[in-house]
């Protein structure tokens, strides 16, 4: 009696049809994913071009003239996000020495919420520096910048404010 081992290929075949055309799928869709990173990192690329864009210095001003109440000078009431003021200055060149001004900074920490005051400063009579500036904190729910006469003549006075966008 003989022993055959029959071989048939057949099989072996077949399976390596198969095994190619899952080789090919996966080669496309690594074609595919090559593709699309290409394409987010010029999204990416899009998206670092506009938050580099983005802190640009702007300003904002203005003549107020006091009147004996707390007058708004500047007020950003409600930002849209994140804002960040930078410094406001006033130029109190008009004062003579029978005069006082205060200025006035607040602040909120929720929105809608009630005006924190951060700062007062008291000026008597012309400062020394006659275009003084104040410090403002970056907030995400608005602040304020206010002046009043309390004492002498009411007068016209120039402001700024500026601030990153």
Known sequence: MRVYNVYDD??????????????V???????DLDADIVLLQADVDA????????????????????DGTEQNVYINNAPAGVYKPLWFNINLTPMTVAETVVIRTYHRNVAGGAWVQDDAEPFVGPP??????????????????????????????IWEVFYEV
């Open 10 to 23: 057949a099989f072996v075949l077949a399976q390596l049809v198969i095994i190619i055309a899952a080789l």
């Open 25 to 31: 799928v996966i080669d496309n869709e690594i074609a």
């Open 47 to 66: 998206i670092a071009v506009l938050v580099e864009a983005e802190a640009i210095l702007e300003e904002t001003g203005g003549t107020i003239t006091t």
């Open 128 to 157: 020394v520096n006659l275009l003084p500036w104040v410090k403002l904190h970056p907030t995400r729910f608005g602040c304020r910048v206010t002046v009043r006469t309390t004492a002498g003549t009411n007068r016209a006075y």
